[in-house]
């Protein structure tokens, strides 16, 4: 019996003993993914970072010889380092982006013959002819077949149609009952109503009566040629007579190009004989008798800012000049140009406050900021009074199915109430103590900012008596006996040079990544070397986290198998 079980003993102690075996070799695995484990400790990759580390100052925390607290010292130290190199790099990036332009000063003798001639409009303080108001009131009175009132009577009628170009007004009832008898017996033969445009057209006086006579360059032009020289237009004081614009209108007219002017002095620039025809007054917009003479740039119509602009003295950039009778009026012009780089085009137009000629083509070819309040005006005027007045320009108007209106004397009630609105304007809302009233009661037009790049201009004027010339040779009065009765104006560029401003990005980004690495370079003694360490860092260590996982989730999913075994 003992001999018979022996070779099963045997047997079942060899099986056992691979049984033990297996189990052992089992039980070894766990162990292994501890020492996986012990190899990646954080702590120690920390330290070896901070004792190979090209920045300065980081090996004293991983040396072994250092103590506790001389460690914490250093801790403490790179601590504050850091804070103050954030504190530093935050201020430097907000007043970077706070202003991001800056305007230098590129070029002291930039010559003035690149500089366009500003525009000049020669507006009459009378703006109802005295001959032309006869005239009309004889047609009215010829058509008044009911109540058959004489000539005086509307002779004094007319005068209301003054108070369209200031919307002043004492007798609403009397104006009212004026336009009724405009709107019976005075209608377009076009459209079968009652037009001020066209009447206040016919009333105005004539620009070939009050220039006689006009040089450019010392050389004797025509006054009034189509397209040429001089030409009338329309202006907040109504129609002048307007040179070197260029603006568009609301015709589809092709203006010549403006005029440049590569001389200097009183006898080289733009030199007008005006006839005051002092006989000829009936409705005077100021209490003087002459000529306000308003200068603007070529790119602005009356403003010396830009030949494409309607002329706008709430705008800015409009010069103006009385000019009195029997005097010569010598009026010096001094430009600035101001020009900026396409870099400054990235930023937004709140950030650069000013706008490229090119971005808001609603406004024709050239962005102007006359250009824009006008059309802000314009529309606020519609939508408050229905009505457009017959100098504004209807060319900014929005497109409308909508006829546009005039406005006559039965608008004169709203025009005024709104007047004071529509000569403040505003680009951007100041919330200003005591001031909440005015800023309710401007005109907000949030997109009307400066332009980029133009002219601006600053005219120096004065006057002198103008004396009758006896001598023989040229003179620009010769044949009038009365010089009391006429005016001499020169306009001309007072200096063959001028200024010229950049506008450029205050910073590029090498300078921004010049700057910074400055002060990472001193505050916390980085570099791009430094950069490219911590990024190895970072990614070994990324790497031995994924390596870590995924080698235990191998042995997570081997270990039900071991199980079974020994089951």
């Known amino acids: 019996m003992m001999k018979a079980n022996a070779p099963k003993r045997r047997k079942l102690s060899t099986i056992s003993s691979r049984t033990v ?30 004792g ?94 009911a109540d058959r009132r004489n000539v005086s009577y509307y002779l004094d009628q007319i005068v209301l149609l003054g108070k369209l170009y200031d919307f002043d007004y004492e007798n609403l009832h009397q104006m009212t009952k004026f336009q009724e008898y405009l709107d019976l017996h005075d209608v377009s033969n076009g459209t079968g109503m009652y037009n001020a445009l066209e009447t206040l057209a016919k009333l105005s006086p004539r620009c070939e009566d009050m220039l006689l006579r006009c040089f450019w360059k010392s050389i004797e032009l025509p006054c009034m040629l189509r397209n040429d020289m001089i030409e009338v237009r329309r202006t907040q004081y109504g129609f002048c007579c307007t040179f070197n614009f260029i603006g568009h209108n609301e015709d589809s007219e092709i203006h010549p190009p403006s005029y440049f002017l590569d001389v200097t002095g009183p006898e080289m620039g733009l030199v007008l004989l005006l006839n005051g025809s002092s006989n000829d007054y009936f409705y005077n917009l100021f209490n003087n008798i002459g000529f306000n003479v308003r200068v603007f740039p070529f790119l602005s119509i009356l403003q010396i800012f830009n030949p494409n602009e309607v002329p706008d003295s709430t705008a800015g950039g409009v010069n103006e000049q009385f000019v009195h009778l029997g005097t010569e009026t010598f009026i010096r012009i001094d430009a600035i140009t101001i020009n900026s780089e396409p870099d400054v085009l990235r930023y937004s137009r709140q950030k650069r406050q000013c706008v490229f000629r090119s971005e808001l083509l609603k406004y024709g070819a050239n962005y102007g900021r006359s250009n824009c309040v006008a059309a802000c005006r314009l529309r606020s005027v519609m939508a408050l009074c229905e009505c457009v007045p017959f100098y504004m320009p209807t060319a900014g108007a929005s497109a409308s199915s909508k006829s546009i209106t005039t406005c006559n004397l039965q608008h004169i009630a709203c025009l005024n109430k709104y007047k004071i609105k529509w000569s403040t304007v505003i680009t951007d809302i100041v919330r200003i103590p005591g001031l909440e009233k005015e800023m309710e009661e401007s005109l907000y037009c949030p997109e009307c900012l400066p332009s980029c790049s133009a002219s601006k201009y600053q005219i120096t004027a004065s ?83 994924f390596a870590t996982r995924s080698w235990s989730a191998r042995l997570r999913a081997r270990k039900p198998t071991t199980l079974e075994l020994l089951q």
Not at 21 to 43: C, I, K, S, W
Not at 71 to 89: G, K
Not at 112 to 123: G, M, Q, T, Y
Request: proline share 3%; hydrophobic share 50%; net charge neutral.
């Open 52 to 145: 190979s580390i090209t920045a300065h100052c980081y090996r004293q925390l991983a040396q072994k010889d250092r103590t506790v607290w001389e460690r914490l010292f250093w801790l403490l130290m790179l601590i504050l380092e850091a804070a103050t190199l954030v504190a530093i790099i935050i201020s430097a990036w907000g007043k970077f982006t706070a202003n991001p332009l800056i305007t230098t000063l590129h070029d002291t003798i930039y010559p003035i013959e690149l500089v366009p001639f500003p525009a000049i409009s020669l507006c009459n303080n009378n703006r109802i002819s005295r001959t032309a108001a006869l005239r009309y009131a004889r047609l009215l009175a010829e058509k008044d077949t």
């Open 21 to 50: 075996a297996t189990v052992h070799a089992r039980d070894e695995l766990p162990q292994t993914r501890g020492n996986l484990r012990e190899r990646y400790r954080f702590m120690e990759e920390l330290f070896q970072l901070f």
């Open 463 to 545: 006057e002198l008596p103008l004396i009758r010339s006896r001598r023989d040779g040229f003179s620009i009065t010769a044949g009038i006996d009365r010089v009391e009765d006429v005016a001499v104006v020169r306009i001309f560029f007072g200096q063959p040079e001028t200024w010229m401003y950049k506008q450029d990005v205050a910073y590029y980004w090498f300078e921004i990544f010049s700057n910074f690495g400055g002060m990472f370079g001193i505050m916390a003694g980085m570099s791009l070397i430094t950069l490219m360490e911590v990024v190895y860092f970072v990614g070994r260590q990324l790497v031995l986290v």
